[in-house]
C-alpha cells in the first residue's frame, strides 16, 4: 500500500559558473533553502537522497550524501548518492518519494548537485563519456552530442524537420532563460546567431547543446497527511516512474525515439488515469535542441514527427497548447547534470504553487521528465496543485 | 571484402555487436567472435568535432551507426563522409580501429 506523498520544501543556487565553490557548500545551500522553505523540524527527515554524476573524476569527491547531510545537521538517517548519469537527480527524486511512499519515514530529503565548470572541455567530455557503454559505442568515439547529431540526421530524413524548425526550440528555450533568475544562458537570439554558431556534432551547433554548469538543487518531500507539519506550500506527487532503455545505440529500436521515455510516460498516464491533454507544463530533458523535439515525442505530448513544427508554430511556447520548458530548460538555465532532475522539480513546484518568474498561466498539472546516458536511465513525474 | 568482428551465440544463433556475455535472446553463456560480411546500410552519422580526452588528436571524425545485411547493428566510424550523405545509404568496411570498425559509403 502506497501513501500520496507532497513536496512542501524547494531550493536552488542559480545554474551556471560558480567559480571558487566547492560541489558540498552549493548543494548545502540548496538544502538549507528546502528545509527552510518547508519550515519542518530538521528531526522529521528520516532518509537523504544526492543525485550526482561525475563528482569523482572531476572533484575528486564522492559521498557526497552523507557529507552535505553532516553540514545541514540533519539526524542520523541513511544518507544515500545515487548515480544514473544525467537522470541521477530524478532518481534521487524517487528514491525519496518511495521511501515516504512507503512507509520508511515520514520526511526525506532530495538534493542534486553537480560541478563542472572548472574543469577543461575535454576532460567535461570525457567525464560525460563516463555515461557511455565504453566497451561499445564509446569505443568508437562517440560523444553524446554525436549521439543526437544522429538523431537529428533521422529526424530530419524521416520528417523533413528543418534548421529553422529546430532553431525555434533554442530561440523559445533561450528566450523562456531570460525571465528566469535562476539561469545560466538566457538569450534573445535570432536564427542567424544559432546557424552561425561553431558546429559541434553535425549538424548540432553550439546554440543547439546545453552549457556546462555548476549547481545544486533540493526537494522536501512529505507523507502528504503530515503536510501540516510544515509550512511550505505543498504540492503533491501523482506519480514517480522509472525505466530503463538500451545503453548501446544497436539496442535502439530507432535512433530518434527513447524507449525508456515512452515506457515511463506511458506507466506515469496510466498510473494517473490522466493525459496529455491534462498537462499544462512540461520540464523536459532538453541537453539538445533536437532532444527537446524527440522527448516531447516521446513523452506523448507532441504528435510524432511533429516536434520540430510544434516549436515553430509557437504551440510549445508559454501560452501555447502545452508550456515546454517555460525555465529556459537545459538549454537556457543550464545543466549540472546531478543538479538537473531536482532543478527540473524545483521549477514545476514553483508553477503549480503560481509564484514562477515566467508563470504558465493557471498551471494545475506539471510533467517533469529526465533521460541519462543514451537513453539507459529515465524519470517522469507528474505534480499537481492541490487546489486543482 | 572486409568483415567486421561480432558475436554469435552457439546456442541460438543470435548475433549481436558485442562485447557481452550472456546471450541477450536465450540467455546462455555462449557467445562467440564471429566475422560476418561489411556490408549494410547507414541508420545515420554525425561528425565530432569536439572529441573527449582520449580522442582529441584524431578529431574531427565521423561516427555511424550501421545495420549490416547479416543482421546485426555496429557503431563505427565512417572515412567518407559528405554532408549529402544520408541515413539509408550503403556502406561496406573497408578496416578496423581499436574496438570499432571503419566504413565508407559506397554510392
Redesign the interface.
Given at each position: 500500500m502506497m501513501r500520496p506523498v507532497s513536496i512542501i520544501g524547494i531550493g536552488s543556487t542559480s545554474f551556471g559558473k560558480h567559480a571558487g565553490r566547492s560541489i558540498e557548500s552549493l548543494a548545502t545551500q540548496a538544502g538549507a533553502d528546502a528545509l527552510d522553505d518547508a519550515g519542518i523540524d530538521r528531526g522529521m527527515i528520516g532518509a537523504v537522497y544526492l543525485g550526482n554524476f561525475i563528482s569523482g573524476p572531476l572533484n575528486g569527491q564522492e559521498v557526497l550524501a552523507g557529507l552535505v547531510a553532516d553540514q545541514l545537521g540533519l539526524p542520523n538517517v541513511p544518507c544515500t548518492k545515487v548515480e544514473g548519469a544525467c537522470a541521477s537527480g530524478g532518481i534521487a527524486f524517487r528514491h525519496a518519494w518511495l521511501a515516504i511512499a512507503t512507509g520508511q519515514c515520514d520526511a526525506a530529503l532530495v538534493l542534486g548537485a553537480e560541478t563542472m565548470t572548472h574543469a577543461s572541455g575535454a576532460e567535461v567530455t570525457a567525464a560525460l563519456n563516463c555515461a557511455m557503454d565504453n566497451r561499445s559505442d564509446g569505443a568508437s568515439g562517440l560523444t553524446f552530442p554525436g549521439l543526437f547529431g544522429m538523431a537529428w540526421r533521422v529526424h530530419a530524413e524521416r520528417y523533413g524537420t528543418t534548421r529553422a524548425q529546430v532553431s525555434a526550440v533554442v530561440r523559445k528555450n533561450k528566450a523562456n532563460g531570460l525571465r528566469n533568475p535562476l539561469a545560466q544562458m538566457g538569450a534573445d537570439l535570432c536564427d542567424d546567431e544559432i546557424v552561425q554558431s561553431p558546429m559541434i556534432c553535425d549538424p548540432l551547433r553550439l546554440f543547439d547543446c546545453c552549457p556546462v554548469s555548476d549547481g545544486a538543487a533540493a526537494l522536501v518531500l512529505i507523507a502528504s497527511d503530515r503536510t501540516r507539519d510544515g509550512a511550505g506550500m505543498p504540492v503533491d506527487v501523482l506519480a514517480s516512474i522509472q525505466t530503463r532503455g538500451s545503453a548501446r545505440l544497436a539496442g535502439h529500436p530507432d535512433l530518434c525515439s527513447f524507449d525508456a521515455t515512452v515506457s515511463a510516460a506511458r506507466r506515469a498516464f496510466e498510473m494517473t488515469g490522466l493525459g496529455a491533454r491534462d498537462i499544462d507544463l512540461v520540464e523536459l530533458h532538453d541537453c539538445f535542441s533536437i532532444a527537446e523535439i524527440v522527448d516531447s515525442e516521446d513523452l506523448g505530448l507532441v504528435p510524432r514527427g511533429a516536434g520540430a513544427g510544434w516549436a515553430a508554430e509557437g504551440r510549445t511556447a508559454v501560452g501555447g497548447d502545452i508550456a515546454v520548458n517555460p525555465s529556459g530548460g537545459l538549454l537556457a538555465k543550464g545543466h549540472p547534470v546531478g543538479a538537473t532532475g531536482v532543478g527540473q522539480l524545483y521549477e514545476a513546484v514553483l508553477q503549480l504553487r503560481g509564484r514562477h518568474a515566467n508563470q504558465v498561466p493557471n498551471a494545475a498539472i506539471a510533467m517533469t521528465h529526465n533521460l541519462g546516458g543514451t537513453g539507459v536511465a529515465c524519470t517522469v513525474n507528474l505534480l499537481k496543485r492541490p487546489d486543482a | 571484402m572486409t568483415q567486421v568482428q561480432v558475436l554469435r551465440c552457439e546456442s541460438c544463433g543470435a548475433l549481436?555487436?558485442?562485447?557481452r556475455e550472456v546471450c541477450p535472446r536465450c540467455f546462455r553463456r555462449s557467445l562467440a567472435p564471429v566475422a560476418v560480411p561489411g556490408t549494410g546500410r547507414l541508420?545515420?552519422?554525425?561528425?565530432?568535432?569536439?572529441?573527449?580526452?582520449?580522442?582529441?588528436g584524431?578529431a574531427p571524425?565521423a561516427?555511424a551507426?550501421v545495420e549490416l545485411d547479416a543482421g546485426?547493428?555496429?557503431?563505427?566510424?565512417l572515412e567518407n563522409a559528405e554532408?549529402e550523405t544520408?541515413?539509408?545509404a550503403r556502406v561496406e568496411a573497408s578496416g578496423s580501429?581499436?574496438?570499432?570498425a571503419i566504413f565508407r559509403s559506397v554510392e
Open positions: - | 549481436d555487436p558485442g562485447p541508420l545515420s552519422w554525425t561528425m565530432v568535432r569536439r572529441a573527449p580526452t582520449r580522442f582529441r584524431e571524425y561516427v551507426s546485426v547493428r555496429v557503431t563505427g566510424r554532408d544520408a541515413p539509408g580501429g581499436s574496438g570499432y
